[in-house]
């Protein structure tokens, strides 16, 4: 990971810190919700777009997409391993 990532990183970063300082007053579910789902995600595909688009500017055209549908197929595949392994435990 390139460390110009770090700008789209540090935002992440503080609002994963901000709940674990200050208790909700809400259920378990919901005070991992906010962190891990939302933030996680904005966090994560922030990153992999940034990541993308650093190697398109840098002309690298085959390898921006070989990233990009890489990370596609493998991410897909990973979903689809773990759900396997949910439905069979």
Do not use: N
Request: with cysteine; proline share 4%; aromatic share 12%.
């Amino acid at each position: 990971m390139h460390s110009d990532c770090q700008p789209l990183r540090l935002p992440g970063h503080r609002l994963h810190a901000q709940p674990a300082g200050k208790r909700a007053d809400i259920g378990i579910a919901w005070r991992y919700l906010i962190p891990v789902g939302f933030i996680g995600a904005y966090s994560t595909f922030s990153t992999y777009e940034w990541e993308t688009l650093s190697i398109l500017r840098s002309g690298a055209f085959v390898l921006a997409a070989l990233y990009a549908g890489g990370s596609l197929v493998l991410g897909l595949l990973a979903v689809w391993a773990g759900s396997m392994l949910g439905e069979a435990l």
